[in-house]
């Protein structure tokens, strides 16, 4: 934010506390340096994305690095807004390189490679376990499960690539709960 540097813990399924991103056009993450003469300020950006103006609420997702595969920093925007993302919806965010198909509450959507979409799950009053199958991009069934459901929750299911080839996608969860009363 300027010339002041947020600092922020990476933990694994968790969300950080809220962030005003009003001033900013461009969210950067920064590292810190050990040889802060070799770099401006001690810190090296390692990852920048774009902050759409015409989103209220965000979900600024950081993805770390993976050494063994020998990946970088990776952000994501999304929208996290109950217009975009209502009660009762399940999020899918494809983290994959490749086009997946989700088949969940009756649809059968395609996601494109760090793509997302939305699902209604259609559930009723008391909640209950919706199928949820995905295809990868072969159209071959690769996983499968039953995902909880509730009329005043939402859930994002973030999809990543199999540690190795043929493997299971790595599916993770991150539920939120709503008020009694909707707004």
């Avoid at 395609?110 to 259609?122: E, L």
């Avoid at 459901?149 to 939402?154: G, I, L, N, V």
Wanted: hydrophobic fraction near 40%.
């Amino acid at each position: 934010m300027g010339e002041y540097f947020h600092p922020m813990k990476c933990i694994n399924g968790k969300r950080s506390a809220c962030i005003s991103l009003r001033r900013m056009k461009v969210f950067e993450v920064y590292e810190e340096v050990e040889n802060a003469a070799e770099q401006d300020a001690g810190h090296k950006l390692v990852a920048n994305i774009e902050v759409p103006e015409h989103y209220d609420k965000v979900l600024l997702l950081v993805l770390t690095p993976d050494e063994k595969q020998g990946t970088e920093h990776r952000l994501m925007v999304i929208d996290d807004s109950m217009d975009a993302f209502p009660a009762s919806t399940f999020l899918f965010v494809n983290l994959g390189h490749k086009m997946i198909t989700v088949n969940f509450a009756g649809e059968s959507q395609d996601i494109n490679a760090n793509g997302m979409i939305a699902i209604n799950s259609k559930v009723e009053k008391r909640g209950g376990l919706i199928p949820f199958v995905i295809h990868n991009d072969e159209g071959q069934k690769c996983y499968e499960n039953r995902l909880f459901s509730q009329q005043r929750a939402r859930n994002v299911i973030f999809i990543g690539p199999p540690k190795w080839d043929g493997g299971q996608p790595i599916v993770g969860l991150l539920p939120q709960l709503l008020p009694q009363k909707l707004p």
